[in-house]
């Protein structure tokens, strides 16, 4: 992000994955949420910060709008057909039925959040694509609110996240782990996947600081990792001025700690199990964010670790050991292990940030954020820097 937009300083800004039954994430849902109750945020200002992360014609994304008046802006503003819009249900009524049909004749999606305290018109309700209802209201209240496929809204957990596809959700939205993990009684040992084993083994090399000829020699094991490595190195996220031609090249333009950081990256990306992909996209924004923030520190040892520190905070699950564990088999600098193993350390409190950004808490948010002296709008232009350059890796 270029501009400085001032309207990032008057909210809250949280996101979720939308997920489909197979574990595919369709898009990013956005949660926008005034700092002050009184606050009356300009639509067009919000629209403009949007844009430079979901461009018309870009990804997905659905908001999620906190705010009855700037609601009201966005109803009125030229949405890019690319920005699905949740409208709460007692918001409707039929002075708003024009506006809301020349919407969705523009393309624009308009998602019902709610349960409609009487039945809709079958003019309103073709104006929306798809209902959002959150889980604990559908368990209390199992009769469909309407003839909409249904998004599933408050999901914190794997089995929350089939239990709503059971219900018949066509997609939820939420994030499918939560936790440190925790094998099961009785679960068998499990050890690092063969396939993740050349990683973990140069990420250790690299630690250990041995000569470029063994790190090849290594790497020669894995053609393809060679390759992803390479498409990361190159990709615009990354933004080096010339094009990485081979291992050899990266080692001499990044050095060993730089590497380290984009091996950690493809051992967090790596996962073949099509449940972990909605895991895999919040560790690779938990790094970006992370690493993002820390740029005010003026210390790019920190920013690496930070990267790391985000990256791996989800990597229990994805490998299915505990931290404890995991350090036994793959090296982690010594304050990403106080944040991830003992909850302590200088980069503890930037992840629970990016935890209460996560679960869209604005109680976290704020405490948050006055433990780290950060104001909203420099969060906020963190959180976007970071979805933007995780939709450019992705």
Not at 195 to 205: E, F, H, P, R, T
Request: charged content about 25%; aromatic content about 6%; proline content about 7%.
């Amino acid at each position: 992000m270029t501009q400085i937009h001032s309207i990032l300083g008057t909210l809250a800004l949280g996101y979720t994955p939308m997920i489909d039954p197979q574990h595919m994430v369709l898009a990013t849902r956005l949660t926008v949420i005034p700092l002050r109750p009184d606050a009356r945020p300009d639509a067009a200002e919000l629209l403009a910060a949007l844009a430079e992360v979901w461009p018309e014609g870009g990804k997905p994304a659905v908001l999620s709008v906190l705010s009855e008046s700037l609601l009201e802006g966005l109803l009125q503003s030229e949405l890019s057909s690319n920005l699905m819009l949740e409208l709460p249900a007692f918001m409707l009524n039929d002075e708003r039925l024009p506006a809301l049909q020349a919407l969705k004749k523009r393309g624009v999606a308009l998602l019902l959040k709610g349960r409609p305290l009487s039945a809709l018109s079958p003019e309103m309700l073709a104006c929306f694509k798809q209902s959002v209802i959150d889980l604990a209201d559908d368990r209390n209240n199992p009769a469909p609110a309407t003839t909409l496929p249904k998004l599933q809204s408050a999901v914190r957990g794997a089995a929350d996240v089939e239990d709503s596809f059971k219900r018949g959700a066509v997609a939820v939205l939420g994030w499918p782990v939560e936790g440190s993990y925790e094998p099961p009684e009785g679960a068998p040992k499990t050890e690092v996947q063969a396939d993740l084993q050349v990683i973990v083994q140069l990420m250790s090399q690299l630690d250990q600081g041995e000569d470029i000829e063994k790190l090849e020699a290594t790497l020669k094991r894995d053609p393809s990792l060679a390759f992803k490595l390479l498409r990361y190195l190159n990709s615009a996220a990354f933004g080096l001025p010339v094009e990485v031609s081979s291992f050899r090249h990266a080692i001499m333009l990044l050095g060993y700690a730089r590497l380290k950081r984009w091996l950690a990256l493809l051992l967090a990306t790596a996962s073949k199990d099509h449940a972990m992909r909605p895991v895999m996209y919040g560790a690779l924004r938990r790094g970006l964010l992370m690493e993002e923030l820390a740029k005010g520190m003026g210390d790019a040892e920190a920013r690496d670790e930070m990267f790391i520190c985000g990256l791996f905070s989800q990597l229990d699950h994805m490998l299915k050991q505990p931290f404890a564990k995991l350090l036994q088999a793959i090296p982690m600098p010594e304050r990403v292990r106080q944040a991830l193993v003992e909850g302590s350390g200088p980069f503890q409190p930037y992840l629970e940030l990016v935890r209460a950004i996560e679960a869209e808490s604005v109680f976290d948010y704020r405490q948050a954020a006055e433990q780290l002296m950060l104001g909203a709008e420099e969060i906020n232009s963190c959180l976007l820097r970071a979805l933007a350059k995780a939709q450019q890796l992705e």
